[in-house]
């Protein structure tokens, strides 16, 4: 079997595994926490909470009445989850960050549109604060994908330019 083959069924696994743990998470969370309640975890810094997300990510577009909305959201993902297969396809020769950084946003992707598709919604239940500052509550899709995203961002800002590209 060549390399390729090996490394896309490895950037596969990723992301199905964090699909799986996003579905399982949100599924546990659904099921034991109400909605709008929630578990103290540290107090003062984190809790598990259930809320639900009909906007973008971090709640962004969720108290818009747009009819359209949801519908937007779910073809912005899939064109996203069509270049992220891509890029994933075309980069999957070695083991690179690039390649777990997409593997990350694939299956964090995944893990959202599938909530969207189903409810219209994504469950949300991660919620980091200080005092009166908190996070907008978020998920395992959604650190995945963030992960994935500075994964990128290192590799861009952090690669080595191969000599060959140097002398050019």
Request: proline share 3%; charged share 15%.
């Amino acid at each position: 079997m060549s390399q390729p083959h090996v490394m896309r069924r490895f950037h596969l696994l990723i992301a199905l595994s964090i699909v799986l743990l996003d579905r399982a998470t949100k599924w546990a969370v659904a099921k034991n926490i109400s909605l709008h309640d929630g578990i103290q975890i540290i107090p003062g810094f984190c809790r598990l909470t259930h809320v639900e997300n009909r906007g973008a990510a971090f709640g962004l577009f969720a108290d818009s009445p747009a009819q359209w909305k949801i519908a937007m959201l779910v073809l912005f993902s899939i064109v996203a989850l069509v270049v992220v297969l891509a890029l994933l396809w075309r980069n999957s020769h070695a083991m690179t960050t690039t390649g777990i950084g997409l593997a990350l946003i694939l299956g964090g992707a995944v893990g959202n549109l599938w909530d969207r598709l189903l409810n219209g919604r994504v469950v949300d239940f991660l919620l980091f604060y200080v005092g009166q500052y908190q996070w907008p509550a978020f998920n395992v899709a959604d650190s995945a994908i963030v992960c994935g995203a500075g994964l990128l961002v290192i590799e861009i800002l952090f690669a080595k330019t191969p000599a060959h590209e140097k002398s050019a």
